[in-house]
């Protein structure tokens, strides 16, 4: 069965509506619709996405999006032996780490860790002789005797 991209079309011009104003309305590129109102399928991404971009342009358009979807899928299932009219690209492959031998070397290993236990002690010489000996003893502690009475101003009680 052969995709009816041309009853797309009359109908969006019944509608009075440009290819641009639909292509803003339902964020759609100009192409796609283009494509689906020439049945152009090889023009179309992924199949998952130009039945979504299809069902949003019929919903736009107030046409039933099922019958189109269904000429869409049907227009799409080819032989085994034959070609897909959709063109399937493949994203190029990134070149994992080779973990061997982008391992750092023991020596730099030693080295972070003698970085890492230098600046903890730093740390804790800078605490002990500067922050350390202007604290006082009693600081932070409570110590019952100091603690007095709130004054009351009525010094009979009821």
Request: with cysteine.
């Amino acid at each position: 069965m052969k995709f009816d991209g041309n009853a797309l079309r009359e109908r969006r011009i019944e509608l009075d509506r440009s290819v641009d104003e639909v292509s803003l309305a339902c964020s759609i590129p100009n192409a796609m619709i283009e494509a689906f109102e020439e049945a152009e399928l090889e023009r179309l991404p992924h199949r998952c996405f130009a039945t979504g971009l299809l069902r949003t342009y019929c919903l736009h358009l107030e046409l039933s999006p099922e019958r189109f979807i269904s000429d869409l899928e049907e227009a799409l299932r080819t032989p085994h032996n034959e070609q897909s009219p959709i063109r399937r690209t493949t994203a190029p492959r990134i070149p994992l780490i080779n973990w061997p031998s982008f391992r750092p070397s023991v020596s730099k290993e030693i080295e972070t860790w003698l970085a890492v236990c230098g600046l903890l002690l730093l740390g804790w010489f800078a605490y002990s002789t500067v922050v350390r000996p202007t604290a006082e003893p009693s600081q932070g502690q409570a110590q019952a005797a100091s603690l007095e009475a709130p004054h009351t101003t009525s010094d009979a009680l009821p």
